[in-house]
């Protein structure tokens, strides 16, 4: 459909939590999901980077992710409900400030409930980088960025500056 600008740190929308999709709007999210789509592309393009864009990063302020890792996977209204005791700590990375990288913890693993686009209802297991990528985009749905979830004070690094491995512990 379109390449949307993709909001970047500072903007307020980024910020806000995003309301859940109801299953008459399915063709509104359809469309959602288009952008998204095309814009996760065109940075991946641009970037060389870019597993999986949440709506509120166009500036569609509802509860849709959209991953690309092989083959397109649609969320609508995803919830994390199962969390690992066991954590992983990483540098983390966002498409809202892609020359920034942060050191966060996250769930090892973690299971996803979530409707596609013709209402199903799904679970997911993911585990590892996977695991990694949904809390993150789970986040920017309730306004979280992952600077909120820095494990310190010096967990941040430039892009350009930074040698180190990206998986932590």
Same mark, same amino acid.
């Given at each position: 459909?379109?390449?949307?600008?993709?909001?970047?740190?500072?903007?307020?929308?980024?910020?806000?939590?995003?309301?859940?999709?109801?299953?008459?709007?399915?063709?509104?999210?359809?469309?959602?999901?288009?952008?998204?789509?095309?814009?996760?592309?065109?940075?991946?393009?641009?970037?060389?980077?870019?597993?999986?864009?949440?709506?509120?990063?166009?500036?569609?302020?509802?509860?849709?992710?959209?991953?690309?890792?092989?083959?397109?996977?649609?969320?609508?209204?995803?919830?994390?409900?199962? =969390? &690992? *005791?066991?954590?992983?700590?990483?540098? +983390?990375?966002?498409?809202?400030?892609?020359? !920034?990288?942060?050191? @966060?913890?996250?769930?090892?693993?973690?299971?996803?409930?979530?409707?596609?686009?013709?209402?199903?209802?799904?679970?997911?297991?993911?585990?590892?980088? =996977? &695991? *990694?990528?949904?809390?993150?985009?789970? +986040?920017?749905?309730?306004?979280?960025?992952? !600077?909120?979830?820095? @494990?310190?004070?010096?967990?941040?690094?430039?892009?350009?500056?930074?040698?180190?491995?990206?998986?932590?512990?």
């Amino acid at each position: 459909m379109a390449v949307r600008p993709i909001l970047q740190l500072g903007n307020p929308d980024l910020h806000r939590v995003c309301r859940p999709v109801a299953q008459e709007e399915l063709a509104f999210a359809a469309l959602v999901v288009e952008d998204l789509h095309d814009t996760l592309l065109h940075f991946r393009e641009r970037n060389g980077m870019g597993r999986a864009i949440a709506a509120p990063q166009i500036g569609a302020l509802v509860r849709i992710v959209y991953m690309h890792t092989g083959q397109p996977t649609v969320f609508i209204n995803p919830t994390l409900i199962d =969390l &690992s *005791e066991s954590k992983m700590t990483l540098w +983390d990375d966002c498409m809202s400030f892609p020359d !920034l990288l942060v050191k @966060v913890e996250r769930h090892d693993r973690c299971v996803i409930r979530y409707r596609d686009l013709d209402w199903a209802e799904h679970t997911m297991e993911l585990k590892g980088s =996977l &695991s *990694e990528l949904l809390q993150h985009e789970c +986040d920017h749905l309730d306004g979280i960025l992952a !600077l909120s979830r820095a @494990v310190d004070a010096q967990s941040f690094a430039y892009r350009d500056a930074f040698e180190g491995p990206r998986l932590i512990t």
